[in-house]
T-cell receptor
């Protein structure tokens, strides 16, 4: 079993829909990252959080440390949100990554 | 934040050759890392690049195959040596200003070995 599990693996949505991507992990962590990977491979850091909730524009990330679970929400999704979203947990000063969720938003 | 320039962005290489990937950061950073992402897989840490000393490699990765340099706090290189098709992956440079701080990533190098 991977230390970091994401669901769903693939997600297709219509423009404007509310999207949720989930991340569960099995180890104690100091922080959790949500990352966005574009088709060329480059990665952008969206959030780093260790408790509660963070919001940036249409993106919201939440984490429940007791349940070892985090969610990334996208409100009013847009085709430009199409990318791979990756959850990564920081434990013992190292990052462990999920396999990512491929999001496709259709116009 | 930190702005990372990673070069090349992609390359197609012949089996048996070597490729050196460069990672340049716009400011001094404490931590620099090299990751590999094989097709359909999650990112895997290859090594931590240490300034002024040998890199720290993760299990399954060795210096002879992936030599790393870090001459200062803003620059590092990763060489993929004696390449085989199994080395076809995306290689990513990542930096952080300290332990348990936000991580920043380069644009990635998409390597294809033929």
């Amino acid at each position: 079993k991977n230390e970091v599990e994401q669901s769903p693996q693939n997600l297709t949505a219509q423009e404007g829909e509310f999207i949720t991507i989930n991340c569960s992990y099995s180890v104690g962590i100091s922080a959790l990252h949500w990352l966005q990977q574009h088709p060329g491979g480059g990665i952008v850091s969206l959030f780093m959080l260790s408790s509660g909730k963070k919001k940036h524009g249409r993106l919201i990330a939440t984490i429940n440390i007791q349940e070892k679970h985090s969610s990334l929400h996208i409100t009013a999704s847009h085709p430009r949100d199409s990318a791979v979203y990756i959850c990564a947990v920081c434990s013992n000063y190292k990052l462990t990554f999920g396999k990512g969720t491929l999001l496709t938003v259709n116009p | 934040s930190a702005v990372i320039s990673q070069k090349p962005s992609r390359d197609i290489c012949q089996r048996g050759t070597s490729l050196t990937i460069q990672c340049q950061v716009d400011s001094q950073v404490t931590m620099m890392f090299w990751y590999r992402q094989q097709p359909g897989q999650s990112l895997t840490l290859i090594a931590t690049a240490n300034q002024g000393s040998e890199a720290t490699y993760e299990s399954g990765f060795v210096i002879d195959k992936f030599p790393i340099s870090r001459p200062n706090l803003t620059f590092s290189t990763l060489t993929v040596s004696n390449m085989s098709p199994e080395d076809s992956s995306i290689y990513l440079c990542s930096v952080a200003r300290g332990l348990n701080t936000e991580a920043f990533f380069g644009q990635g190098t998409r390597l294809t070995v033929v």
